[in-house]
């Protein structure tokens, strides 16, 4: 998640301006998720311990669920955290201490995989939609099809020959489920402003 964060911020910033907008919406959303979900802050701190101490103290626990048996749930442990690493700053210290028991790990993956969700719809948001619905609309129109299904797409590839002055078409296959997941994608980014 680190490195998709940095890539992110660079790309933004190599199309944008270091000082743009674009950077700022992007500093602005990481930052709430940073301080809304302690997946991230912990997640972020526990990269620097998995350089300097190895791997993460992980548990587990068998819980006993009448309806659906036997449930195997994987924790870390905290006080092992504590007492391995000093460098975990105060703010997440302070989460960890704060726990009333171990978490359990997937669902602190979850929280965290959710999270850079949010990232990632802003940064699809700023790199993309300003673009993409106009595409989207001519291809759907193209087909007929305001949302295609089954059947596959071929878009028109023109390109200009420098050495002749001349212009070259080529056909592309698209399957048009990638243009369904994409008007999804849009769709997602609109509800969420």
Known sequence: MRVFLDHAEARLKRKFGKNSVEVERFKTVTATEFDSRLSNRLFYKLRNYTQHCGMPPVGFNMLYKASEGVEVVFTLNREALLESYSEWGGRVKADLEGLESDPFLFELINDHFESMYVVYLEVFRIMHLDHLPDSLEWVCSFLDDPRPEDTYAFLVDIQRNETDAGI??????????VIRNALDVVDLCWASQ
């Open 168 to 177: 070259r078409f080529g056909l592309r296959w698209v399957p048009s489920p």
